[in-house]
């Protein structure tokens, strides 16, 4: 290890500036989503299956629950906009905004140039957890998803229940692509549920059992019209394995929920980024 120098101290004793404040971000009204949450009815419930994954569609105005069943699971989520795929989730701008793991008031964020709110989260079960001695929260922005590409790099075995490929069979059986052209929509997820953080001294990314039980929920608000996969993960509650055919999983299930359109007087669906575009040229 090099030398330290010897005003090593004081630099390490700079204090942070946060990269992007969020005063200015425009503010959910969650006393409206609030309102109309609890004048919803259920429309539909779709089961992601233990070590697959599950579609769904949700029109702008609407809300979907993430419900945890039978026994501790965690799911990884991708969000598209219902009307073009080129508009996707963007966990790394989330998580420049809000930080590595997300719950209420928070939002998940689309990719550029839209970079808008595509779905605020109006309930979360588990706020309570906050974040442990270790450095773990849940549901997190930072892990990418697990994949087969990672699991055959490190193992050099063939595996397709990783969540990378859960979510492709799901977006390909929504939409009629090719199992290659779904794989490339496919992006970086929202670990619903998942319980990470980096270690302190080595900062790697770890995952520890989930505090989820059946009865736990995340709830979301749709800011456009969605398209979203669920994947339960192969690694049940992530307590010992990644991708897993032996860890204990359970299905997860997905509520629909449309509130009537006079709860949402007054909302409109954000528009796109205003950014003009030219990026200087």
């Given at each position: 290890m090099t030398q330290a120098p010897e005003d090593a101290d004081s630099r390490r004793a700079v204090a942070p500036v946060i990269c992007y404040p969020t005063d200015t971000l425009p503010e959910a009204d969650m006393a409206l989503y609030a309102a109309a949450l609890a004048g919803a009815e259920l429309v539909e419930t779709v089961v992601a299956a233990p070590r697959d994954a599950c579609s769904f569609r949700v029109p702008?105005?609407?809300?979907?629950?993430?419900?945890?069943?039978?026994?501790?699971?965690?799911?990884?989520?991708?969000?598209?906009?219902?009307?073009?795929?080129?508009?996707?989730?963007?966990?790394?701008?989330?998580?420049?905004?809000?930080?590595?793991?997300?719950?209420?008031?928070?939002?998940?964020?689309?990719?550029?140039?839209?970079?808008?709110?595509?779905?605020?989260?109006?309930?979360?079960?588990?706020?309570?957890?906050?974040?442990?001695?270790?450095?773990?929260?849940?549901?997190?922005?930072?892990?990418?998803?697990?994949?087969?590409?990672?699991?055959h790099l490190l193992s050099g075995a063939q595996y397709h229940h990783c969540c990378h490929s859960n979510l492709t069979r799901a977006l390909a059986e929504a939409?009629?692509?090719?199992?290659?052209?779904?794989?490339?929509?496919?992006?970086?997820?929202l670990n619903v549920f998942m319980c990470t953080g980096f270690t302190r001294d080595t900062g790697q990314y770890f995952m520890k059992a989930s505090p989820v039980r059946p009865g736990d929920h995340l709830t979301f608000?749709?800011?456009?019209?969605?398209?979203?996969?669920?994947?339960?993960?192969?690694g049940g509650d992530c307590g010992s394995e990644h991708s897993s055919?032996?860890?204990?999983?359970?299905?997860?299930?997905?509520?629909?929920?449309?509130?009537?359109?006079?709860?949402?007087?007054?909302?409109?669906?954000?528009?796109?980024?205003?950014?003009?575009?030219?990026?200087?040229?």
């Open positions: 702008a105005g609407g809300f979907f629950r993430i419900r945890s069943v039978e026994a501790p699971q965690v799911g990884d989520l991708n969000l598209w906009n219902a009307n073009d795929l080129s508009e996707r989730f963007y966990s790394g701008k989330t998580r420049a905004l809000h930080g590595t793991h997300l719950s209420t008031g928070e939002r998940m964020w689309s990719c550029f140039p839209h970079l808008r709110p595509m779905a605020t989260i109006v309930e979360d079960s588990l706020d309570w957890y906050g974040i442990d001695e270790f450095g773990g929260s849940v549901h997190d922005v930072i892990g990418t998803r697990c994949d087969p590409h990672t699991h939409t009629g692509l090719s199992a290659e052209a779904a794989a490339r929509e496919v992006h970086d997820v608000f749709a800011e456009i019209d969605l398209l979203g996969a669920l994947s339960a993960c192969p055919d032996v860890a204990r999983c359970a299905p997860l299930e997905v509520d629909i929920l449309r509130a009537p359109d006079a709860l949402l007087a007054g909302w409109h669906a954000p528009a796109r980024n205003g950014y003009d575009g030219s990026h200087g040229m």
